[in-house]
């Protein structure tokens, strides 16, 4: 069965510090993705990144970055020089190759504080 | 950028009481999936939709829970005598192919909060 942690509930920073978000995931696929989405107040879901099972190289798009081990079988979020508008709840999921069985993880309530 | 549309955005049903969940996907997009978030908990998936069938489904969704894509456009979810735990946030999403067929991911309509009394 698939299955996503995330063991941090909430984290709180304070504007401007470096923040990881863990993520674990257990799967018994071969071929797999791996997403973040954020989900701020407002409530919609904002999709961050989705990552192949084959692609292990890390991501970054600006303060963010992502880094994908599949011998831990971890895919942890980075943001870097954190903001008050990076504060929301971050779910990391996974789902098989066929874009099916899509499991998300219990989520991350991240606060930026000023 | 095109989007998902949820309508509405807020639904208020006596339990017991049927409702229906509206969702325009993307216009071009063929796969189309339901999701439900019960206030504070995780996201949960309800079921996948294509070729006018389904395609997957979780435990979650059992008779009391149905979808429909009547018209082309429109994606409904229809919830039958509805439950005091079936309060919660229903996201609608679409996708132009497998994650494995492309690049695209699924896209995210803003949801409907659905409120049994």
């Known amino acids: 069965a698939q299955k996503v942690t995330q063991a941090q509930t909430e984290i709180s920073v304070v504007e401007k510090e470096d923040v990881t978000l863990d993520c674990v995931y257990e799967t018994r696929d071969t071929t797999y993705y791996l997403f973040w989405y954020k989900q701020p107040p407002s409530g919609e879901l904002v999709f961050l990144i989705r990552?192949?099972?084959?692609?292990?190289q890390n991501e970054i798009s600006g303060r963010y970055s992502w880094n994908f081990q599949k011998s831990t079988s971890s895919f942890n979020f980075t943001i870097t020089a954190s903001q008050v508008v990076d504060s929301a709840v971050y779910f990391c999921a996974l789902s098989d190759n066929y874009g099916q069985n899509f499991v998300f993880g219990p989520g991350t309530r991240l606060s930026v504080l000023p | 950028e095109p989007e998902v549309t949820q309508t509405p955005s807020h639904q208020v049903t006596q339990m017991g009481q049927e409702v229906i969940l509206h969702c325009v996907p993307i216009?071009?997009?063929?796969?189309f999936y339901w999701y439900r978030q019960i206030l504070g908990q995780k996201v949960e998936f309800l079921v996948s939709?294509?070729?006018?069938?389904?395609?997957?489904k979780s435990e979650i969704f059992d008779d009391q829970f149905s979808v429909e894509r009547p018209d082309g456009s429109n994606f409904t979810l229809k919830i039958r005598s509805t439950k005091l735990e079936d309060s919660a946030m229903y996201f609608c999403?679409?996708?132009?192919?497998?994650?494995?067929?492309?690049?695209?991911?699924?896209?995210f309509g803003d949801g409907t909060r659905l409120s049994i009394l």
């Open positions: 999403a679409s996708s132009e192919a497998l994650p494995g067929d492309s690049n695209q991911p699924q896209h």
């Open positions: 216009s071009n997009h063929l796969y």
């Open positions: 939709f294509y070729n006018n069938e389904i395609s997957e």
């Open positions: 990552r192949n099972s084959f692609d292990e």
